[in-house]
């Protein structure tokens, strides 16, 4: 398995401002994803993040509104752009590949409270 | 598009009994890995048995085990002896063999283990 970091863990923010996620894995990984959970819903991926080039979004997001960046194999950050209440949920990081086969692992999350 | 159904949105078991969470999913891949995680309130996501579909044997990990029915589509999980700890939300996710380790989840379902 990996050990994943996400900072911050939790945060309280202003409609309209932005906040960035960071993800930090302890060893190098092939794929880094970045997922939402809703308040009582389940988990929807944003993007893949990938190392050296643009992430790959998925239905319904958007570069301008949630820019992704991986600059090498082990880090990743997802940013959260002109916040408003809906954006309230929990971002997760999770990893992929590199010696642990088909399996997933998530990081602990950021809860992030827009207001 | 694949799509993963839990169709127990809660279900609750005494302390040392046995529980079962049911899950469908919708697929026309023939290669695909299936996996349950749980997710606590402290939200971090852990995997607790994954499946492969190629595998005829269930698979079983402690007192974690499931029951695979390719054909019929559907992946169970069973919890023997349910302890105080197992109280969370559990989700059940599918990852085709060709997609990129992109995982789909079902909508999930909270389990309360009564004392």
């Known amino acids: 398995s990996a050990v994943i970091s996400q900072k911050p863990s939790r945060d309280i923010c202003q409609r309209g401002t932005s906040l960035t996620i960071q993800c930090q894995v302890d060893?190098?990984?092939?794929?880094m994803f970045w997922y939402r959970q809703q308040p009582g819903q389940s988990l929807t991926l944003i993007a893949t993040a990938n190392q050296g080039s643009e992430a790959t979004y998925e239905s319904g997001f958007v570069i301008d509104k949630f820019p992704i960046s991986r600059p090498n194999l082990t880090f990743s950050t997802l940013t959260v752009s002109n916040m408003s209440p809906e954006d309230s949920s929990i971002y997760l990081c999770?990893?992929?590949?590199?010696?642990?086969?088909?399996?997933?692992?998530f990081g602990p999350g950021t809860r992030l409270t827009v207001t | 598009a694949q799509t993963v159904t839990q169709s127990q949105p809660e279900m609750s078991v005494q302390e040392a009994e046995t529980v079962t969470l049911s899950c469908t999913y919708d697929t026309s891949e023939s290669d695909y890995y299936l996996f349950w995680y749980k997710q606590p309130p402290s939200r971090q996501m852990i995997l607790v048995i994954r499946q492969e579909a190629y595998k005829q044997q269930n698979a079983t990990e402690n007192r974690f085990s499931v029951n695979f029915q390719k054909a019929a589509k559907s992946f169970s999980l069973k919890i023997s002896d349910s302890q105080l700890g197992d109280a969370a939300m559990y989700f059940c996710?599918?990852?085709?063999?060709?997609?990129?380790?992109?995982?789909?989840f079902g909508e999930g379902t909270q389990l309360t283990v009564n004392p």
């Open positions: 999770s990893v992929a590949g590199q010696g642990f086969s088909y399996e997933q692992y």
């Open positions: 996710a599918y990852r085709p063999e060709t997609s990129g380790s992109r995982l789909t």
């Open positions: 060893s190098q990984v092939t794929m």
